[in-house]
């Protein structure tokens, strides 16, 4: 991890072996948070609908998974595919009500493909209108253009907190760093609150957050815009709000 004047205490964006191209499991990630110090880790396994995820079946059964193990909380959620142009996702909602972490995000061969920033822009928006969003994940990929203000304003009223996702800076979304930044300006300029995560695919991408933390700053975030700098604001600014009612 980096040195920053903002220090992220929870990594709330991780893939296991479930997600069928990652590779590590819950175990090793643990054994790794308490190696580099984190506190808390958020299991958020792609949704069914990517090519080689996980089962409903592995979101339905995370109950079995225990609130701390050796230490460290986790976070039991999923990183859902928006499936189509109503904003669907590709798990219902009997499931997502018992997880802690929402993921809303737009990921290619799931179903739906940009139709660029005006109709991008509308389904994300309906997406959000799901209850149980709590978190969009990596909105700046530029594979999927969407309107800043309209979806920081948005995610303001629901509740929803924005991921800045270190990930996208390093491979994994190419030309993601100028939305990101006006994604994190315009969250500075309104007040809003963000994630800062690693995405990481094995349990060495862990608590990598330096391009991000980076991107922040440059923004002017301080730490009252990051959530996961404690336990006790991502339990109560994400895991323990009210579900919304749609709209």
């Not at 110090?37 to 995820?53: E, M, R, V, W």
């Not at 997502?96 to 493909?113: A, P, S, W």
């Not at 509308?122 to 309107?147: D, S, T």
């Not at 923004?219 to 990051?226: D, H, P, Q, R, Y």
Request: proline fraction near 4%.
């Amino acid at each position: 991890m980096t040195k920053s004047s903002v220090k992220i205490i929870a990594d709330l964006h991780i893939h296991t072996i479930s997600s069928g191209h990652a590779y590590s499991t819950i175990e090793e990630y643990v054994k790794k948070a308490k190696e580099i110090g984190l506190k808390g880790i958020a299991i958020t396994d792609h949704g069914p609908a990517l090519p080689g995820g996980p089962h409903f079946y592995h979101f339905s059964n995370l109950r079995m998974v225990p609130k701390e193990l050796d230490g460290i909380r986790i976070y039991k959620g999923a990183e859902c595919n928006i499936v189509n142009d109503k904003g669907e996702l590709d798990l219902p909602d009997e499931v997502l009500k018992d997880l802690d972490i929402v993921m809303g995000t737009f990921h290619t061969r799931t179903g739906y493909d940009s139709q660029g920033e005006e109709i991008d822009t509308k389904v994300l928006l309906r997406a959000l209108n799901n209850p149980y969003v709590n978190v969009i994940a990596h909105p700046g990929n530029p594979m999927y253009p969407v309107r800043v203000k309209d979806i920081v304003a948005k995610a303001k009223e629901k509740n929803i907190v924005i991921e800045i996702n270190n990930s996208s800076f390093t491979g994994s979304r190419k030309g993601s760093y100028d939305k990101c930044l006006e994604f994190a300006r315009e969250i500075k300029e309104t007040g809003w609150k963000v994630i800062i995560s690693s995405d990481a695919h094995m349990s060495t991408m862990l608590g990598t957050f330096s391009e991000a933390l980076k991107l922040i700053e440059e923004a002017g975030l301080t730490e009252e815009n990051v959530v996961n700098t404690s336990l006790e604001r991502i339990e109560r600014e994400i895991v323990q709000l009210p579900r919304r009612q749609p709209s």
